[in-house]
């Protein structure tokens, strides 16, 4: 058997997902999965690295490096769980931790840590990493990327589709029944970013469980049509955004005087209007939406959701055979077999890039002296 492992950190930084993947056969299977905890110093320091406005190249290295080291770790706990020898794998993909994110800068520009020769060399399995960066080259956004990978397991012919994923940032993808229709998909704007990073502010809590304390608060419906205003979410797709954008700070330019309580519930209130807003607006034909990442495990989202999105059927992908919590390690796994295989890993419908190209850099694993 021939496996692949995917690496997914995440803008949340709470933990590094691993999933063990099986694509033979043309399936998508999860044969094994590991959620790695990230210590609380080395996300204490990263936070500081992404929201810093000044750049420390000696930390940004040092970083790299400990993070690279992490995921091997995470990888090898895996495997080890499951008595699986690292022989058995063809690849690692690793998405790495995005520290920065400008699309739309001149010139356009993205950086993702973990280095990838650490995760080859400890592991001694074939990694793939830096899989932006080809899409921008080509004028693309770099991002989403898990698209494809939506485009290939998860299409109906029956039923015209979004799968939502709600991490740190939102993004959708609209798989139409008629194959003729171009798969389309873009970053709606925060998930969990300001929810997370509010209740972290004022209740020394990494998130809202549930959203249990954002429940007892109130919407204060003023701001929220106030940040509804920003004119990311008013931009033509293709877009990408992350929390270089969508942060505390972002959230203090706005005049509020509110209760913490009533500031989360708002925030809440913005994930969801801004993905119902972006569901209506770009694919107004959806009949299904299958939410993946961690606010498919947030009933109070989920509740939001399917009251905005009165006449849609909203469930996660949980219902397509796969757990949502490993959609996107999942997905970075699969796109390191296209890599392998030569095959691109971008739709340019998605990014924006003038081309499809194959994504990412190849670092070998352990030589083979056979």
Partial sequence: MAYYIGL???TSMDAIDAALMDFSNHQCKIVASHSHDIPVELEQRLQQLIQSETFNIREFGALDIELGKLFADACKRLLQQNKIEASEILAIGSHGQTVFHAPDSTPPFTLQIGDPNTIAYLTGITT???????DMA??????????????????SHEHNRVILNIGGIANITYLAANSKIPVFGFDTGPGNCLLDSWILQHRNQHFDKDGEWGATGKINRTLLQILLADDYFLMTPPKTTGREYFNLRWLQQHTFDDEPQNIQATLEQ??????????DKHAPNTEEVFICGGGAFNPSLRQGLNKRLANIRVTTTTDLGTNPEWVEAAAFAWLAKQTLENKPGNLTEVTGASEAVVLGGIYPGKLNTK
Wanted: glycine share 10%; proline share 3%; aromatic share 10%.
């Fill in 138 to 155: 080509a004028g693309g956004q770099g991002a989403p990327l898990v698209t494809a990978f939506h485009n290939r397991f998860f299409r």
């Fill in 8 to 10: 997914m950190s995440g």
């Fill in 128 to 134: 793939i990493a830096d899989f932006r960066r080809r």
């Fill in 270 to 279: 913005l994930t969801i209007e801004s993905i119902a807003a972006a569901i």
